[in-house]
């Protein structure tokens, strides 16, 4: 299992970036994803997950209405697409895959099983 991120940099308040999750190694179109982050001295934090089919999405509440996750089955990737964007929102950014196939979306990191190397993303004016 392979998950690669890209899209990370830097962004005015305001403003927007867009993050990509290549995933190979596995049945990509069988099994919900996510995206997590951490900044520095913080814990893990959910951010948001799509189930396999992209029929359900779920959000942490302090990016609902201004992140936007979906998914490209076709091309095994998973994607986040962030508006709005505030400091608070300064962490890295990691893909994950959850542990079962066709099960989820969920919040919990102990039920994802992989996770990609991550992808910078700081929010400075």
């Known amino acids: 299992v392979q998950l690669v991120e890209s899209g990370g940099g830097l962004a005015q308040p305001g403003g927007s970036l867009r993050l990509s999750c290549a995933a190979s190694?596995?049945?990509?179109?069988?099994?919900?994803m996510a995206w997590f982050r951490q900044a520095p001295g913080k814990e893990r934090e959910f951010v948001a997950a799509?189930?396999?089919?992209?029929?359900?999405?779920y959000y942490a509440d302090s990016v609902k209405g201004r992140f936007t996750i979906s998914r490209d089955n076709a091309k095994n990737t998973l994607y986040l697409q962030m508006d709005s964007l505030k400091p608070e929102d300064t962490a890295m950014y990691c893909c994950?895959?959850?542990?079962?196939?066709?099960?989820?979306?969920?919040?919990?990191?102990?039920?994802?099983?992989?996770w990609g190397q991550g992808t910078q993303v700081t929010v400075s004016s």
């Open positions: 799509i189930s396999w089919s992209a029929e359900r999405t």
């Open positions: 190694g596995f049945t990509f179109s069988s099994h919900t």
């Open positions: 994950a895959k959850v542990r079962l196939a066709n099960w989820g979306p969920s919040f919990r990191f102990d039920e994802y099983n992989y």
